[in-house]
């Protein structure tokens, strides 16, 4: 009897720590530095890096693992991501490759041929669990905040109320259910120039940005991420151009109706946008399946 734990431990995290140490020591750290991001010893490093370390071929090959594994190594090296934030990414895939019929399932049949038998009903562990939804929106969020950060012009866009890139689970859909909506705890700042993000994203912190997307959400709109950036008639025509539907409406009436209104008269809107008011900052909102897209977005208008 063996359990896809015991995959995991004996030959997935084996395999991705010495990808991860090789492609560390190739961006200039040390074996002391890279022990320490990995929470390993410095022999093991060495282990790693002389390949000592029995790894798997089909999990070293697998395309998901690598693309991970070269975002990790850059954000480590850089101090753009911290190691608690790695281990996160890693659990993340982890699951997303346990799901029937992925990677780790494949290896795990293979140790068990008899788990075949199950046929595509079974699943190693159940993908659409509550938590595992909630640490793929919030995995997500983070790469499109990465993104933001470190892209060149990004400030000239954040409005004087702040930036929020948030991002919703598959069944929030009801303005009610702010807390099913992640985002970034007191919004994104432009300090000195610089795009900054004060803190880890989490649920349930926005109101206004989360609202227009699960008033959007709502009303048909197919999107699960948003971002509200300074009102710009430059902007929306760009965005026009390059095959988004805009759609306005009222900030100054009730939000989320409005909203609503304007996804009715434009089901196919995926930038909304408001010419504010008395005491109304104009702000435009850009819609997208996730927050990484969003991001992508924005940083195609800088």
């Known amino acids: 009897m063996q359990f896809v734990e015991e995959i995991v431990v004996e030959e997935f995290l084996p395999t991705v720590r010495s ?16 022990a320490g991001m990995l929470g390993i010893s410095q022999s093991a490093v060495s282990k790693y890096a002389h390949g000592d370390v029995t790894t798997n071929d089909r999990i070293a090959a697998d395309e998901r693992v690598k693309a991970l594994v070269a975002e990790l190594a850059d954000g ?4 753009d991501i911290t190691p608690v934030q790695a281990l996160i ?20 049949e293979d140790a068990v041929p008899e788990l075949a038998d199950y046929g595509s ?6 993908p659409d669990s509550e938590l595992r939804t909630s640490e793929r929106v919030l995995s997500s969020l983070r790469r499109g905040l ?11 866009l954040i409005p004087a109320v702040g930036s929020n890139l948030v991002a ?39 109101e206004h940005v989360a609202t227009v997307l699960l008033a959007a959400r709502r009303h048909g709109a197919a999107a699960a991420a948003a971002i509200n950036v300074t009102y710009d008639p430059e902007l929306l025509d760009t965005l026009a151009e390059r095959g988004h539907v805009t759609a306005e409406f009222d900030e100054e009436g009730d939000v989320a ?20 008011g008395m005491g109304i900052e104009p702000l435009i909102y850009v819609l997208g399946p996730d927050a990484e897209s969003v991001a992508e977005t924005i940083r195609s208008l800088i």
Not at 19 to 34: D, F, I, P
Not at 100 to 107: F, M
């Open 89 to 108: 990414e890693i659990e993340v895939l982890i699951r997303d490759l346990e799901a029937g019929g992925d990677l780790l399932a494949q290896l795990h």
């Open 257 to 276: 109706s409005s909203v609503g209104a304007a996804i009715e008269d434009e089901p196919d809107a995926t930038v909304l946008y408001q010419t504010g």
């Open 168 to 206: 919703c689970t598959p069944d929030a859909d009801d303005v009610d259910d702010i807390d099913d909506v992640a985002g970034v705890p007191g919004r994104i700042f432009d300090v000195k120039g610089q795009a900054t993000v004060p803190a880890d994203p989490e649920f349930g912190v926005s």
């Open 76 to 79: 480590l090296a850089d101090g």
């Open 121 to 126: 009903s079974f699943r190693v562990h159940d």
């Open 19 to 34: 990808l991860l140490a090789g492609a560390l020591r190739e961006r200039g750290l040390t074996q002391s530095e890279v």
């Open 146 to 156: 990465r993104s933001l950060e470190n892209a060149s012009g990004f400030t000239r």
